[in-house]
């Protein structure tokens, strides 16, 4: 396994250096092959680097960019106006191949337009889709696309399986992994016109190990490897998932709190209470990949804490040890060739 | 207040009668004015009813019908083949102005296919939508289509918006109930074609009081009194909950018993937890209303308990004493007199 260079967009996300660079040094402390670039303004972060042990500073590399992309900026306004972004200047190192992968907590938006226009999508791949893992109780889900796409036709929708199939059996070693399309159980209007029609694309080729339908209330399951969706849908599924996490954790908290009885009972039960919240973290599952693209390029929640972008540098780590964009490119060929994929 | 008759497709749903007549017992003794049909095999639902005080049988009227709908019978057949099932004569219990409402825990396609086709929708209205309320922590909020189409135009979801309102308006006496469209959050590319144009709409005309877009993590935060999305997305967003209250509730109980500490507590805290699962469970959110038809049509959980499906007669009996057809009918031919219906 050779060393791995990651670029970090240090400036990017709710709070900026203050949690990217904690993350980046508990990363490098937990990979020893393991560089990063933290890209920003070079007096902030040289600040937050002062204390740290010489002997993780050497693979802590500043480099400075002077801009900062707003997390409310327009896509299009930076794109024209942020070249010298710590976002953009991240995803140009690896571009020049300096850094394997990128990792950003900052505007969403920005962030997929800047990657798609600096490091291009892979032949045979129409569109890069967001894909992350959901906080099953067994077995591990991912979901894509999470929201770098709506409008998705079937055929895109065939893309995402196979780019998610590629990156599940890589990261998690498994042949052939499973992949079901997101739908609704309605008898025979089952589906929209885009997901009949990609069952189809998907039953008819050979091109991913296709199971059929899923529902939403099978989302958390754990009965299949892949999910894939039209962006549009798994965002609103993804977001649904945060908000309900929250209010049930509310409800829980809330009902311990109701009478003495039950606050003295929540106070026995704070073990167990941390426990659950930690099972509950949503910072374990942080870290959407954007796949499809020439290189890697992960998107970190926004308001993330250290804990959150750590677990976002790890999922970098893991896809730059098996080249998961070269994986792609080479079954997306394979496709292409078979004339399954344009 | 009038009397109110409401018809029950009695043989619907996982159980049928057994679910069904001891939920139109409880809402006769809550009710002093209502009268229920019992529509389904006599001889079954007359054993149900033996044990039954005299003073409630007489508001509980048994009208036979030969044939069951099965629960995975298609629409299609079910319209063709099952001219005198317990659901179908039900529904024609409303057209023929015998009944002003019908519920039913049966098969979600076939209901929808068969109360369309016997009811027809209201001038105005192109498509029926399916509105339920969501468990927020605070408020009501309402959310349709739940799934009663797919593939919706703007315009549908205009008509949503509309019908939504109305209801709210009579249900809760608020003036002006707020509408939000459910959209996700990627800045320039905010909401795909469809929600783009409906916000136009909506906001171009002044036909309700809408507040702009709710993404999948404000659901449940009581925000806005009607959320408005297409069929596919709505039943996604709905499963998608009530599978993560399920994951969540699996989870706490887990995490109780993996310690005989926690164990202990957990004995303890039984009262707690008990408060908490009902504080959480769906049965009091039972009863999804199928909006834009000549007559009220409520569709219950089909795994629903006696608890739940009587939480959906209670919505009919709502319906029912305000009128919600004739209401929906009333606004829809102001619209259509103004132009902002076709």
């Known amino acids: ?83 010298d972004s710590s976002m953009r200047v991240a995803i140009n190192l690896v571009k020049e191949r300096k850094a394997q992968a990128v990792v950003s907590a900052g505007n969403t938006g920005a962030l997929m337009a800047t990657a798609r226009f600096v490091l291009k999508t892979l032949p045979g791949i129409d569109r890069p889709a967001l894909i992350s893992e959901l906080p099953t109780l067994v077995n591990r889900t991912r979901v ?14 065939f893309q995402f399986a196979v780019m998610g199939s590629v990156l599940v059996a890589a990261e998690d070693n498994i042949d052939s992994p499973t992949v079901g399309l997101l739908n609704i159980g309605a008898e025979e209007i089952k589906g929209n016109e885009q997901v009949k029609h990609a069952a189809q694309l998907l039953t008819e080729s050979n091109a991913v190990n296709y199971i059929g339908y899923v529902e939403g209330n099978e989302l958390l399951k754990g009965k299949v490897d892949i999910i894939v969706c ?13 908000g309900s996490a929250k209010v049930l954790s509310r409800i ?63 999922e970098a780590v893991v896809e730059a040890q098996k080249d998961v964009p070269n994986l792609i490119g080479e079954r997306v060929s394979v496709l292409l060739q078979e004339g399954l994929l344009t």
């Not at 696309?145 to 709506?150: I, P, Q």
Request: charged content about 20%.
């Open 230 to 242: 039209d962006g549009f849908i798994g965002n609103i599924a993804l977001k649904t998932l945060e």
């Open 1 to 83: 396994m050779g060393d791995i260079t990651i670029a970090l967009d240090a400036m990017g996300g709710d709070y900026g250096a203050k949690i990217v660079v904690p993350a980046a040094i508990a990363a490098v402390q937990q990979h020893a092959h393991v560089k990063i670039y933290l890209v920003g303004k070079q007096e902030v972060l040289a600040e937050h680097l002062s204390g740290v042990a010489s002997e993780y500073k050497d693979r802590l590399i500043i480099h400075h960019a002077s801009q900062t992309v707003a997390m409310d900026e327009l896509p299009s306004s930076a794109l024209r106006t942020k070249k």
């Open 252 to 314: 829980i908290r809330e009902t311990f709190q109701q009478t003495i009885f039950s606050r003295m009972i929540g106070l026995l039960s704070f073990s167990v209470l941390k426990r659950l919240r930690k099972r509950m973290d949503p910072a374990q599952y942080n870290g959407a990949s954007l796949l499809g693209l020439n290189g890697i390029v992960i998107k970190s929640h926004g308001g993330a804490n250290v804990l959150g972008f750590t677990a976002a540098i790890n």
């Open 144 to 157: 894509l696309d999470l929201g770098a796409n709506v409008d998705s036709y079937a055929e895109h929708l």
